[in-house]
């Protein structure tokens, strides 16, 4: 059973940084594509960074170039999330997710989802 668990969402003031977390189980980490996605309260849910964990190319949408980086470690199972410079449009939930399709993941359509880490900006 694939498992993808978020952590290290926080109350952050602006300007501040943070990194979270995704522990994935249940499946080849390798061959899978991992994403990152947001969705603040009132808005749609939007694409924050994925990642091809077997070739380590990045996807990160134009609203964190810069700021977030997204990585992972085979040995750990993990993708994180760094995000630095964190402003008050950055307020969400943020959501992994897993698929062997990197289109699936890049397009928010992913067969695999966590449950979410609240990551909140204020000033």
């Known amino acids: 059973e694939v498992q993808l668990v978020e952590s290290g969402g926080d109350l952050v003031q602006a300007g501040g940084s943070l990194r979270l977390s995704c522990a994935a189980s249940?499946?080849?980490?390798?061959?899978?594509?991992i994403g990152w996605f947001r969705q603040a309260p009132g808005k749609e849910r939007e694409a924050v960074s994925t990642i091809s964990i077997r070739d380590g190319r990045t996807y990160p949408a134009n609203a964190v170039k810069g700021r977030f980086t997204i990585s992972s470690d085979s040995l750990k199972n993990t993708v994180y999330l760094q995000m630095n410079n964190l402003n008050l449009d950055d307020t969400a939930v943020y959501y992994c997710s897993a698929d062997e399709d990197l289109g699936l993941v890049i397009a928010g359509h992913a067969g695999n989802w966590g449950q979410g880490t609240q990551v909140t900006v204020s000033l």
């Open positions: 249940g499946f080849t980490f390798d061959d899978y594509a």
